[in-house]
């Protein structure tokens, strides 16, 4: 017998839970998140131990959820002084590097920024060799001027030596300390998306150290000696040193990992979860108990880049949301009070009506320290100026519209499908939904993203270009799922339980015989 924790690091909350080697939640508990974050998780892992009182000598992994390379993008804090080197030179000198970036973020992360000959066409015919004395040269101007390199070479995906190459020499002039992140190990095929991806991902560098050195610290200070990872954006787990290597595949894991959970929570395999926080209710879909993938280009902290991220659309629905009323209309949000719920709501003897306020007043909600129900409504009636029970029934009708769009936007086509709840504003979902063939609120639902981060898997995915007038597709296709299983082996894999999660052959229009392949593979931790 063995335990596992769960923990999900929100802005205003830090959920864990204590899950049994089956997969059963033993304890969980919610606690206001840190300043310091470190503490927060501490106190949440001390509160599900203390609750089932059990051996910490047992506790084998701890999973860890967290918005902190999401957080420090948004709010750009934290961020290494980025050199950049485009290999490409003379075919992709048209548009330069972060041309894109909003100039806040482009004057923050430095301006050591450089275009090289190299680079290759899309079936590995060369454009430029590469020039050792011209790289050498940009790199002695980085000395003492950065903190990570990003290298992204032209159609590096299908052959990377270059990149590597470059790597290598920029170990020998800048030092083995330097963090170094490569295109090819981070974003798709498009040049200047994967070449914004990788920028932002040697930006997270420092960040992603700093965070797993506090986990590190938190945990041993508990005296636990379990196994840590942390969630990616795919809902799998990352190893320690692979978070430190690519925090940006952190990026929107919150949302992976609630629904993941709701999907087991539910045993739901295909469907939709919304998980409603204090803010913002967010959808995705479900496709065989993992997050479907978005297609379209994602947009972090301004930048836009091509590095998977699951399908999630959010809508200005949660817990604090601030409600108003303009010429008789109900209006939600998007504004929120947030973690400041108990300091300004109306329920809460604050002067701010929140849709909180009606869910207490309806004792659809009981939350300790508020003022009774008729005194709820009372308060509401006086600062809206119409009777209580048409505004609540314009607040429900508000809702109701703004999640049947999301559902909307998320399906696919015209099929009823399930709606899963979860998050701990999940009590604001309507009981019924347009498109929806039912709509399930689960048990332990307002943990679904600690449960979630807690039984996640471990995966390894890679992608290729070839020409199949080159090399044989069938043979490519072996040779690319033997190396990702080999991968994920090294990550700490049990053999028996590896399995496919994609496996795709995509002719690429306009050029003739190339075809992208991928494959993406999971199983679970050795146990």
């Known amino acids: 017998m063995y335990y596992k924790i769960g923990v999900d690091v929100g802005g205003t909350n830090t959920d864990a839970v204590l899950v049994s080697h089956d997969n059963k939640i033993l304890s969980k508990t919610k606690q206001t998140t840190t300043l310091d974050i470190g503490s927060g998780i501490a106190h949440a892992i001390e509160k599900v131990i203390a609750e089932d009182n059990i051996e910490k000598e047992k506790i084998r992994y701890i999973m860890l959820g967290t918005t902190h390379c999401t957080n420090a993008l948004v709010e750009r804090k934290e961020l290494n002084k980025v050199g950049a080197i485009r290999i490409g030179l003379p075919a992709s000198s048209a548009i330069p590097t972060m041309a894109d970036f909003p100039d806040d973020l482009k004057e923050l992360l430095g301006k050591q920024i450089y275009m090289v000959h190299g680079g290759y066409e899309f079936d590995g015919r060369l454009i430029s060799p590469l020039k050792e004395d011209e790289v050498k040269e940009c790199l002695l101007k980085m000395k003492g001027e950065v903190e990570s390199l990003a290298i992204t070479g032209v159609f590096s995906k299908t052959l990377p030596d270059q990149e590597l190459q ?20 981070v974003g798709g095929l498009g040049l200047l998306e994967r070449e914004n991806a990788t920028i932002l991902n040697a930006a997270l560098q420092g960040v992603a150290t700093k965070m797993v050195n506090a986990f590190k610290k938190t945990v041993n200070d508990l005296g636990l000696s379990s196994q840590l990872f942390i969630g990616q954006n795919d809902g799998t787990l990352m190893s320690l040193k692979h978070v430190q290597d690519f925090p940006v595949l952190t990026i929107s894991s919150g949302p992976t990992n609630s629904i993941r ?87 809460f003897n604050g002067n701010i009506i929140t849709l909180s306020d009606f869910f207490i007043a309806e004792n659809q909600l009981i939350i300790e320290g508020t003022r009774g129900c008729e005194e709820i409504k009372n308060k509401i009636f006086q600062m809206v100026g119409i009777p209580y029970s048409v505004i609540l029934e314009k607040v429900r009708n508000t809702i109701q519209l703004k999640i049947e769009k999301l559902v909307d936007k998320l399906k696919t086509d015209a099929k009823d499908i399930p709606v899963v709840a979860c998050g701990g504003g999940a009590f604001l979902l309507p009981r019924e939904i347009t498109g929806a063939s039912e709509v399930i609120f689960t048990e332990h639902m307002e943990v679904a993203n600690a449960y979630g981060a807690c039984i996640a898997q ?70």
């Open 458 to 527: 471990i995966s390894s995915e890679e992608e290729l270009l070839i020409n199949t007038l080159q090399k044989d597709e069938k043979q490519a296709l072996q040779e690319l799922l033997s190396n990702t299983k080999k991968q994920l082996l090294d990550n700490g894999a049990s053999e028996n339980s590896i399995h496919i999660l994609t496996k795709e052959s995509i002719p690429l229009a306009y050029l003739p015989g190339t075809v992208k392949l991928k494959v993406k593979l999971c199983g679970d931790l050795i146990v």
């Open 166 to 185: 470059v790597a290598s020499w920029a170990r020998e002039i800048l030092g083995d300390r330097i963090r170094i992140s490569c295109s090819h190990q």
């Open 261 to 347: 959970g709701a999907g087991a929570l539910s045993k739901v395999d295909n469907g939709i979860v919304i998980d409603v926080g204090g803010t913002t209710s967010d959808g995705g879909v479900l496709i065989n108990y993992f997050p479907r993938e978005s297609t379209q280009a994602a947009q972090i902290g301004g930048v836009l880049t091509n590095f998977r991220m699951p399908d999630v659309v959010a809508v200005g629905i949660g817990g604090g949301t601030i409600v108003r009323f303009e010429k008789g209309e109900c209006v939600l949000g998007p504004d929120s009070v947030g973690y400041m719920l108990k300091e300004k709501a109306i329920s």
